[in-house]
């Protein structure tokens, strides 16, 4: 689906294009069989002029990410056409960035540092100034006010973005919002008027609802203020209509503007998160508490520390709200991970600001004392290929086993090549394609002027 369009991206002026994270790995294999590593290398033989991006937070989400891992993973984007990678740590912790920054870096890559916005009692403006020194003191290629849950106002904006310039150190500073809350492109009008200069938008049917603001609204934005743009949007239409034609050939989502939720605020659970939270209830037949799911998001969020609800965190919270829930009986019941993140193992901060009372009931069980005693292991990658009998794969193929199973890696091998999608500009073969897979009809003819095409079902078929 990219392919087609993909030199229509890079010569559209774009000063950075986002490609691919590390959970791409394990999604792209099990649910679209196809190479993530063949994804990097066919797109960057195209887009050569505009520099590709990685997502580099964790690479194996949910999982502890042994520094040689994370190590190996951005070096081989880099040596597969990867250019920039944009760097978050879930807690804006300063030594997460610091290692995640210093091994981008030693890879090649230029590094866009996440500050991630959230809205707590913690969340202030003086914690915002020393995070924006702390990640300035990195030297980044670029700060990123990062907004994932859509929370920004333009009132917030008045206040943090003057606070952001001011402890910058004059590195520039992008602006990446979402539009959850129906507020995204007014904050993006807000940040252009208040000095930012680089928007991170989405292309429709890609933009609006939970994703970015579209390009086009924040670009005729920008010329009502008087501003002029670096991007063909001409270019860009026809692209947003190839990927509009796919979508409703295949049925999915198209973005839409949406309606303006203050619940969103209170227990800021992401858009992907709630169907996660639904599917949990719904499996024990409770789907109908999922207002009292949310509330409890917003009690153990709280009780956790205030965690910034970004993933893994989110998810943590989120997984033990639907098991209070559904129990009947607060952290009667609690996940491996909530064990670990009150001994500190996915952030100290989130340990030392945990209320007392819940961290005292979750380690008061036994097995909190078998996690009391583990150690993070740091293996080295040839220790962990010979654990996993890999010492003979590429390095691709080895970071690929380290994601997944074996026998995900080979159903997606079997899947072979690929489908080739055609432009919009192809219509007369969009709508062949389209007619192929109508079973309602043994003949289809399509006559323009003398020339006409003939679709006979074969007497096999029928």
Not at 88 to 101: L, T
Request: proline share 6%; net charge neutral.
């Amino acid at each position: 689906m990219m392919l087609p369009i993909a030199q229509r991206l890079d010569d559209a002026g774009f000063e950075g294009i986002e490609l691919i994270s590390g959970s791409h790995l394990k999604k792209a294999v099990r649910e679209l069989r196809e190479d993530p590593w063949e994804r990097v290398r066919l797109v960057s033989k195209i887009i050569t002029k505009t520099p590709l991006r990685l997502i580099a937070g964790r690479v194996n989400t949910f999982e502890y990410n042994p520094p040689s891992m994370y190590r190996l993973f951005v070096e081989r984007m880099s040596a597969n056409g990867i250019r920039e990678a944009r760097i978050s740590d879930e807690w804006n912790d300063y030594e997460g960035w610091k290692f995640r920054v210093a091994e981008c870096h030693r890879a090649g890559l230029k590094s866009i540092l996440n500050l991630i916005y959230s809205v707590s009692p913690k969340h202030s403006d003086e914690y915002f100034a020393e995070r924006t020194r702390q990640a300035a003191s990195l030297n980044p290629y670029r700060l990123c006010l990062k907004d994932p849950g859509g929370l920004l106002t333009p009132e917030r904006m008045e206040t943090l973005v003057p606070i952001i310039f001011k402890n910058a150190n004059r590195i520039p500073v992008e602006l990446h919002t979402h539009c959850t809350t129906g507020l995204g492109p007014l904050c993006c009008i807000k940040g252009m008027e208040l000095g930012i200069r680089s928007i991170n938008t989405a292309l429709p049917p890609l933009a609006d609802d939970s994703s970015n603001p579209s390009l086009f609204n924040v670009a005729k934005n920008a010329r009502a203020l008087g501003y002029a743009t670096a991007i063909d949007e001409e270019s860009l239409r026809s692209v947003s209509r190839h990927f509009t034609a796919i979508a409703k050939r295949e049925g999915f989502t198209i973005g839409a503007p949406v309606e303006y939720d203050y619940t969103q605020y209170q227990h800021q659970v992401p858009g992907g998160m709630i169907s996660n939270l639904r599917s949990q209830l719904r499996k024990v037949g409770l789907e109908n508490k999922i207002d009292q799911a949310l509330e409890e998001t917003i009690r153990v969020r709280a009780e956790l520390g205030y965690p910034i609800m970004v993933t893994p965190l989110s998810q943590f919270v989120g997984s033990q709200a639907a098991i209070n829930v559904i129990v009947g009986e607060r952290y009667k019941e609690v996940t491996d991970q909530i064990i670990q993140y009150a001994l500190g193992y996915w952030g100290k901060e989130g340990a030392e600001l945990m209320a007392p009372e819940v961290k005292t009931k979750i380690m008061d069980r036994p097995r909190a004392k078998e996690w009391a005693a583990w150690q993070p292991p740091e293996p080295t990658v040839a220790e962990l290929r010979k654990k996993m009998n890999a010492e003979n794969v590429s390095d691709e193929e080895f970071l690929l086993r380290w994601n997944l199973n074996v026998e995900e890696i080979e159903a997606m091998r079997a899947t072979g090549a690929p489908k080739e999608y055609l432009t919009a500009r192809q219509p007369l073969i969009n709508l062949i394609d389209a007619l192929s897979k109508r079973k309602d009809y043994r003949q289809i003819v399509i006559q323009k002027g003398e020339m006409i095409v003939s679709l006979n079902r074969s007497a096999t078929a029928s």
